[in-house]
């Protein structure tokens, strides 16, 4: 440091105060979350690391090492890409139309997200499962219209998976992105149709970057729900499509291994946070 | 480069909304280089108005011409005018370059050319040093600049400003006004500015447009809009002014005999005998006066308001009859309240309208 030491401005009582209000309203919440999350977080990375010889890397081994959990591995991730792409297809033209909505109709439409929210995930997967098998409701529609004469098969294939995460997890795609249109005010595509920009180029180049905060929001959601989606594969496509999630269940419930199922969840976990990391970082401002 | 030839033409142009009309068969030539201002109360029509000619809304009816052809049906994009929002409208998620530069980009103009026009344009605002900034770490009064440079480096054949000052806080908005004047006058801009403030049409126009009820009620350089208003409306509107009623006794050679509660008084106009009308001066008209002439009244000083270069003086005449009397600084005494004094004003002076009819 430089060598004239100069009085240090005493602090004042004030800002002692602002400083020690602001930390005593942020203790609880620190607590809780470095209690109830943090901390069984760093158990869970301990449990996967740790054999009754000390420290082990078998389980990361048998996950990245074995053609079929790197499947699984894969399963996940095409089911969170898979989700998110047309949920975004979907959510964003949507969010453009609700935020134009006026009166009964937008609140009709909006309705329409949160009241899925109210019932359970598991209760929306069974429907699609009344809904798709062979004597379910599309199949006997399909067949009374003479359109097909045999049932197709539906349930337990991969469509049906992605078709049912789709429908359950697309308010969480549409409400962020939603919020974000709704603000948008409407002198800036005034300004930059004004400014000589095509309806096409003021959306590229104005609405698109505006909106890309809530597309994040959305897709950081999306995609960490439907990665981790448990009860959504176990009820629409079951054995044959194993993903990190129902491996973890399998590894506790079943195998009673919690170090490979603890090794799963650290995977799964650090493909979320991948994931939201990169979608935060593009979200930045620009310096 | 002052040219006399209609540079910006509005033909006949109403516009409704629903049951409301909010232009009404308005017609409007401004010249190339000339400042016009359109000046009303809200919900007069002027913003409409100014969207019509940037093309943002569609006249029911009528006609915009810009630089020598019809624009009525192009889109705005294709219009190639300028316009600074009352809320700037500025692209947070670009840097004050970015937004200058937008114009440019999208017309497909090359990146040295951009760059130049963009340096060009920061500098014409005093914003050269900020080019690399965020638009959210600026001031008010900076991102007023950078919204009036986005606007002119695409060089448009008009410029037009949505209440663009009225954001800002007053002793700025005064800088601003004689600044932006002068910078408009410099680069030769066609420019409309749509403002409900007086003061600012007043210091910005060539000419000021008052509107009243989707209607151009007067059209007139700012001098003449202010000694001679066309109607009650534009005089209330535009300046401070004693106002009397009365009905017209007699009226011959542009001049009128109105009787009124605090005597005769004369006024320049021609109405019908029996006429109900409003008589109305100036207050810096009013003087004080110990011989009784034409258009004399004697009253008790109501109030005396001291701001600076002048004095304001309210005098009550009676009846409910108000005057109100500007004195300058060399006006040699002021009155005092409760004072009787008699006030007395030029007829060349006295405006007559006709009384607005009250339900």
Redo the contacts between chains.
């Keep these: 440091m430089t060598d004239v030491a100069l009085p240090a401005p005493a602090p004042t009582a004030s800002v002692d105060r602002e400083r020690l209000t602001a930390f005593g309203f942020a203790l609880p919440s620190f607590l809780i979350l470095a209690g109830l999350f943090a901390l069984p977080l760093v158990l869970l990375l301990g449990v996967s690391v740790i054999g009754p010889d000390g420290l082990t890397f078998v389980n990361y081994r048998r996950l990245f090492g074995t053609a079929f959990y790197l499947g699984v591995i894969w399963n996940s991730l095409r089911l969170g890409v898979l989700t998110t792409l047309i949920t975004l297809a979907i959510s964003y033209p949507a969010s453009f139309a609700l935020a134009r909505a006026r009166g009964a109709v937008r609140s009709v439409l909006l309705a329409t997200l949160f009241l899925p929210l109210a019932a359970s995930v598991i209760v929306k997967a069974f429907a699609w499962t009344i809904l798709l098998r062979s004597d379910g409701v599309v199949n006997a529609t399909l067949i009374a219209l003479g359109i097909i004469e045999d049932p197709i098969r539906m349930i337990f294939t991969e469509t049906a998976l992605v078709v049912g995460a789709v429908n359950i997890f697309l308010p969480f795609m549409i409400l962020p992105i939603y919020a974000v249109v709704a603000q948008l005010?409407p002198?800036?595509a005034?300004?930059?149709?004004?400014?000589?920009?095509?309806?096409v180029?003021?959306f590229c180049?104005?609405i698109v970057?505006?909106t890309?905060p809530g597309v994040i929001a959305g897709v950081a959601l999306v995609f960490s729900l439907s990665v981790s989606a448990y009860v959504v594969p176990t009820l629409l496509i079951g054995e044959k499509y194993p993903t990190l999630a129902t491996t973890i269940a399998k590894a506790y419930l079943l195998a009673r291994e919690p170090g490979f199922g603890a090794a799963a969840g650290v995977v799964l976990l650090t493909i979320a946070i991948i994931v939201v990391a990169l979608s935060a970082r593009l979200g930045r401002?620009?310096? | 480069m002052s040219d006399s030839a209609p540079h910006l033409t509005v033909r006949n142009v109403s516009k409704r909304f629903g049951a409301t009309t909010v232009l009404d068969r308005i017609d409007l030539t401004i010249r190339r280089g000339e400042l016009v201002t359109l000046l009303g109360p809200s919900g007069c029509g002027k913003t409409t108005l100014l969207r019509v000619v940037a093309g943002l809304a569609q006249p029911d009816q009528g006609h915009v011409g810009l630089a020598g052809r019809d624009i009525t049906a192009v889109p705005p994009h294709r219009r190639n005018v300028g316009v600074v929002f009352q809320s700037y409208a500025l692209f947070p998620h670009l840097t004050v370059a970015g937004n200058v530069a937008f114009g440019l980009k999208v017309r497909g103009v090359g990146k040295a050319e951009i760059s130049k026009a963009v340096e060009r344009a920061l500098a014409l605002v005093k914003l050269s040093h900020l080019g690399a900034r965020r638009i959210s770490a600026l001031s008010g009064g900076q991102q007023q600049r950078v919204a009036l440079a986005r606007a002119i480096a695409v060089e448009p054949d008009v410029l037009l400003f949505d209440e663009a000052l009225s954001a800002l806080d007053r002793k700025l908005r005064e800088e601003m006004q004689v600044e932006l004047r002068r910078l408009l006058q410099d680069v030769g801009a066609t420019a409309i500015f749509v403002t409900h403030d007086q003061d600012e049409a007043l210091t910005m126009s060539d000419r000021v447009a008052v509107m009243n009820k989707g209607r151009i009620e007067q059209l007139a350089a700012p001098r003449e809009l202010y000694s001679r208003p066309a109607s009650l409306f534009a005089l209330n509107f535009v300046g401070l002014s004693t106002r009397i009623s009365g009905v017209v006794v007699d009226s011959k050679d542009g001049k009128v005999d109105v009787e009124t509660r605090v005597g005769r008084l004369s006024a320049t106009g021609s109405f019908q005998a029996g006429a109900a009308v409003v008589v109305a001066a100036r207050p810096e008209q009013l003087r004080p006066t110990a011989t009784v002439d034409e258009n004399t009244v004697a009253g008790r000083v109501h109030s005396v308001v001291f701001q600076g270069s002048r004095t304001l003086v309210e005098v009550d005449a009676g009846a409910g009859e108000r005057l109100l009397a500007e004195l300058s600084g060399r006006d040699a005494a002021t009155p005092r309240v409760n004072e009787e004094i008699r006030l007395a004003w030029p007829v060349s002076e006295t405006f007559a309208f006709p009384a607005e009819a009250r339900a």
Aim: proline share 13%; hydrophobic share 45%.
């Design positions: 005010d002198r800036y005034e300004a930059a149709a004004t400014l000589g920009a095509s309806p180029t003021a180049r104005v970057p505006l890309l401002e620009p310096a």
